[in-house]
Structure formats: C-alpha cells, structure tokens
C-alpha cells in the first residue's frame, strides 16, 4: 500500500531531550512537509524540502532541525530549543508538477514533554 | 503574507440540517484553495479542491464550496449533514507556483443524532 506513515504514534520525553519524529513516504512524491497542530491554531508550517538534499524552513521553524537525506524520509528532531514543544505532528508530502498541489497527510505524532 | 480566516471554530448541528462553514483569504493574486476533514483518530484528508474552472467544486461525501473570487471567499456547504459528519474542518490556500499551504485555524462540526 501506498502511503506516509509517521512513528511513533504517542512520544513522551523529558524537557530537554531532543527528539526525532520519523516521517516515510512511498508514493515517490518529491516534495515533503512538516506541520504542527495545536488546538485553535491549525496547522503551521515547520520546515519543507522539495528535492532531496534540499529544505527550506517554514513560518515556525526555531527549535526544530530537519534533514533529507533519501527522497522517502524527512524525519524532524525537536531540540530543546524549542519552547512550547508539545503538540501534535504531521508530515505531509506532494508529487510535483503544478497541477498536483494536494498534499497527502501521515497519521501524527503526538509528542507531550514531560 | 496569505492568511486564511475560518469564522465559525465550533459549529453544532442536528443531523439532517444544513452547513455553510465560512472561509476568507488574503492573497490578492491566483490561488488553489483546499477543504482538508480530519475525522477523530483519522488522517487528515482532503474533501475537496479548486483549481481553475468552474467555481462550484464538489467534494467526496455529499460536500461542495463555492470559489467568489471578489470576496475571496471558498465557503464549504452540505445541505444535509450525517452523525458521521462529525470532524475538523480545515480550509486551506495556496498561490500557484508555490507548494505551500497556509491553513485556517479549523472548524469543529458535532452532528449530533
């Protein structure tokens, strides 16, 4: 099956601690994102990579580290640099070319820093 | 910067009632516009898109939005909802040429039986 699948599910660590969110894709989409979600807040923009090798950070990007190495995985590690870190994390991704704007959501993570 | 104004955060409706869920942006220029449902413990998904073309989009699901371009508006509509309704209701934009997404803040809908 196709897919983004993102793990784990539920992600629980101590202030302080950097964590990395995983985030895989196999429908061969070039493009890949990370948002978080907050209640009342919707969705914002953390880091994006459009090509391997290659990101650009988003609206919300301090506190968060990203990398992309391989064209399916673009995992982001929350250091604790990052105030507010708890919150709920999706991974998107989309194909290319103009006409195929939709992007495709994982499951989350829902991280809680202790 | 785009922006993106969903009026109504929660919204409660009996089944068999009628949806209109608001949504306003601010970009002056072309623009793809999103309806995404996030139904509880699920993926966030996408019920709907326009693109170009007609303004009157329909959508999985029984849902349609309607594009008006001089009120930059992108509305949802249902004209009888479902128990199964029941979700978070996000209303997305995009400039074309530029892969990314600004997001409103999100509707709650209960349906309640």
């Known amino acids: 099956d196709g897919g983004i699948t993102q793990s784990p599910k539920y992600l629980f660590r101590k202030e302080g601690q950097n964590v990395t969110l995983s985030c895989e894709q196999n429908?061969?989409?070039?493009?890949m994102y990370w948002y978080r979600q907050d209640p009342g807040q919707g969705l914002r923009l953390i880091y994006y990579s459009q090509i391997v090798n290659d990101f650009q950070k988003g609206d919300i990007a301090e506190g968060y580290s990203v990398s992309r190495e391989k064209k399916e995985s673009f995992p982001l590690t929350v250091t604790s640099a990052q105030k507010n870190p708890t919150a709920f994390y999706l991974c998107?991704?989309?194909?290319?070319?103009?006409?195929?704007?939709?992007?495709?959501f994982g499951p989350g993570t829902r991280l809680t820093v202790l | 910067a785009q922006s993106v104004s969903q009026h109504n955060h929660h919204v409660i409706l009996s089944e068999a009632a009628s949806l209109e869920l608001g949504c306003n942006y601010s970009y002056g220029g072309t623009v793809n516009l999103f309806w995404y449902v996030q139904y509880p413990g699920q993926h966030l998904q996408l019920l709907l898109k326009y693109f170009s073309g007609d303004p009157l989009v329909k959508g999985i699901k029984g849902f349609e939005a309607e594009f008006i371009k001089s009120k930059f508006s992108f509305n949802l509509r249902k004209p009888s909802v479902q128990w199964s309704d029941t979700a978070e209701y996000f209303c997305a934009v995009m400039n074309t040429g530029f892969q990314k997404l600004v997001f409103g803040t999100g509707t709650r809908l209960l349906v309640s039986p």
């Open positions: 998107a991704s989309s194909p290319p070319g103009l006409e195929y704007n939709e992007q495709f």
């Open positions: 429908l061969n989409h070039d493009a």
